[in-house]
């Protein structure tokens, strides 16, 4: 039976077919909270809302905050690209010039690039660690510079599910001697008001709208849920130490973290907003210059993922459009999140593109939330 909800918001001429796409996730697609936002030539064209925080509970507002996944490692990209471009960061130096204590277990020589790039061989931790570790940050730092790598570094591709954020994090912290939630804070959300938070204060917990656990998959088999819940897979193993799941994720301490590869908050309308600032000026401010962005999102890795067991494509800490994960298409560079959130930009169309939501979907196939949306969006471009 469909279920109607209130959508609120604005589209400019010509997007209406959005909002109907928007609507549809409600009625069609199980949303119960969630928020669109798109950037057209540095301007916004579509931002929508609506739903509710909890099934049956206060309303989702433009100002919801959501838990956005691994989206957040899209930010950590900006952030360290933007280190790059400074002068600051030598993406193809050894990590070992900022962060002497990784040359440990023959990781003397890797490059900063194959972190960022998934190509390091770290996408798992041998040392048990805890939450507490994880909430300290140093244990799972340290353990990360003894780690010898899982697979020969650069000989292939896996998804570092949650190391990507520490490795990525230690990186920015040693070079802008801020952590990261500070840098993005300071040079990032500020210049554009941008509710963006990797590390959330404690004023801000009331605006946030849990996640609900993805209902179980129906249809095809799920993948990526198939490895998750495979002992001898490192998908596995990349969850299990330190434990990353969607409990974690609606508690006030992991909100207040700073846990780079996957606890940003954030609002699709900031999403959006910092992606368009990428490519473009937005009210006086681009992030990244044209010769920036080209270099940061020429492909790195390429083909079947370690990991996740399929096709996936990296640039340099951008995700690209790969099958399961196709943003506008070819072009497109930015990062979604597990459960369908996603943050991105296509130069080539001028547009960018913030999705965030309550209700998680399965994580091991297209999500027709967001496919209908921008599809829906690319279909309304002049």
Not at 31 to 43: E, F, N, Q, R, T
Not at 89 to 114: H, N, S
Not at 151 to 172: D, K, M, Q
Request: aromatic share 10%.
């Amino acid at each position: 039976m469909a279920i109607q909800t209130q959508v609120n918001g604005t589209v400019a001429k010509g997007f209406e077919r959005v909002r109907d796409a928007f609507a549809a996730n409600f009625e069609m697609h199980g949303d119960i909270g969630a928020a669109c936002c798109v950037y057209l030539h540095s301007k916004p064209v579509v931002d929508l809302w609506g739903g509710a925080k909890t099934a049956g509970g206060e309303p989702y507002s433009a100002e919801t905050l959501q838990m956005v996944a691994s989206t957040t490692k899209g930010i950590v990209a900006v952030a360290a690209h933007l280190l790059a471009q400074e002068g600051k960061l030598d993406l193809d130096a050894p990590m070992t010039r900022y962060w002497p204590e990784f040359g440990q277990a023959g990781k003397e020589d890797m490059p900063v690039r194959w972190l960022f790039s998934h190509r390091a061989g770290l996408a798992a931790i041998d040392r048990p660690l805890t939450l507490r570790d994880v909430y300290a940050w140093d244990p799972v730092v340290d353990a990360l510079a003894a780690q010898e790598p899982l697979w020969e570094p650069n000989t292939a591709h896996g998804y570092h599910v949650g190391t990507y954020g520490w490795l990525a994090g230690e990186v920015i912290k040693r070079v802008s001697g801020k952590s990261v939630g500070r840098f993005v804070a300071e040079r990032l959300a500020s210049p554009l008001d941008l509710d963006i938070f990797i590390g959330l204060p404690q004023d801000q917990f009331g605006r946030v709208a849990p996640l609900i656990a993805a209902p179980p998959p129906v249809g095809p088999p799920d993948v990526f849920l198939a490895r998750l819940l495979d002992p001898t897979t490192l998908l596995h193993r990349a969850f299990v130490n330190p434990t990353l799941s969607v409990a974690n994720f609606n508690e006030h301490a992991f909100w207040a973290a700073e846990v780079p590869a996957a606890n940003g908050i954030a609002t699709a309308r900031s999403l959006a907003r910092l992606y368009a600032a990428t490519i473009g000026e937005v009210d006086g401010v681009r992030f990244l210059t044209p010769n920036t962005l080209a270099k940061a999102t020429e492909p790195q890795s390429e083909g079947e993922d370690l990991v996740l067991g399929y096709e996936t494509r990296y640039a340099t800490g951008f995700q690209l459009s790969f099958p399961f994960r196709p943003m506008a298409g070819e072009g497109s560079f930015g990062h979604y999140g597990m459960g369908g959130s996603v943050g991105f930009a296509n130069p080539g169309h001028s547009f960018a593109f913030g999705y965030v939501m309550n209700q998680m979907g399965p994580s091991g196939g297209v999500d027709p939330r967001t496919k209908g949306l921008i599809d829906a969006v690319v279909d309304s471009l002049p």
